[in-house]
T-cell receptor, first 116, second 109 residues
């Protein structure tokens, strides 16, 4: 496999369920990201793991928790979600360098989450 | 606050030219990106501008004016496969990406 792979592609869950989204990158990148994409809204950065350091958006509710066991894998654990959390969750990776390069993101196709 | 503005939706005809504008107000500037996203697919990188001027890449070109806080993506010889959303993003002084809401481009035969 090449690029960034996300599973599952579609997920329907109730508000009391616990589920996880998985992301795997095969590009040798050193940074991984979770984004939330809602219709007609800008991409919202949720979490970043860059050079083994986690950076998070303080506005993300605690019902979302990330896990990055190594530089190739990223998880988003979901519990007691709300219907407004329904969205497309995109994983991305990039190669962060010490200079001022473009740091282009490579995205996965996303996990479409529906919370009932 | 920081803000990226781009039109919500545009329609163009196959074979024609379309220009998608992006204006930004951000805390500093360290580059502007354009991504293409087909429905149900991953956003893919199109272009990166950090200096003023036009960057050409095949049928697609991207222009930047830092003094005006303005960029555009120019698509020539439109094809049906160009129907997609186009996302503009600016990297601010903290190297954080600020995203626009995207422009949905509809190509008609």
């Amino acid at each position: 496999e090449t690029g960034v792979t996300q599973t599952p592609r579609h997920l329907v869950m109730g508000m009391t369920n616990k589920k996880s989204l998985k992301c795997e990158q095969h590009l040798g990148h050193n940074a991984m990201y979770w984004y939330k994409q809602s219709a007609k809204k800008p991409l919202e950065l949720m979490f970043v793991y860059s050079l083994e350091e986690r950076v998070e958006n303080n506005s993300v509710p605690s019902r979302f928790s990330p896990e990055c066991p190594n530089s190739s894998h990223l998880f988003l654990h979901l519990h007691t979600l709300q219907p407004e959390d329904s969205a497309l969750y995109l994983c991305a990776s990039s190669q962060v360098a010490s200079g001022y390069g473009a740091n282009v993101l490579t995205f996965g196709a996303g996990s479409r989450l529906t919370v009932l | 606050g920081q803000n990226i503005d781009q039109p919500t939706e545009m329609t163009a005809t196959e074979g024609a030219i379309v220009q998608i504008n992006c204006t930004y107000q951000t805390s500093g500037f360290n580059g502007l990106f354009w991504y293409q996203q087909h429905a149900g697919e991953a956003p893919t990188f199109l272009s990166y501008n950090v200096l003023d001027g036009l960057e050409e890449k095949g049928r697609f070109s991207s222009f930047l004016s830092r003094s005006k806080g303005y960029s555009y993506l120019l698509l020539k010889e439109l094809q049906m496969k160009d129907s997609a959303s186009y996302l503009c993003a600016v990297r601010d002084s903290n190297y954080q990406l600020i995203w626009g809401a995207g422009t949905k481009l509809i190509i008609k035969p």
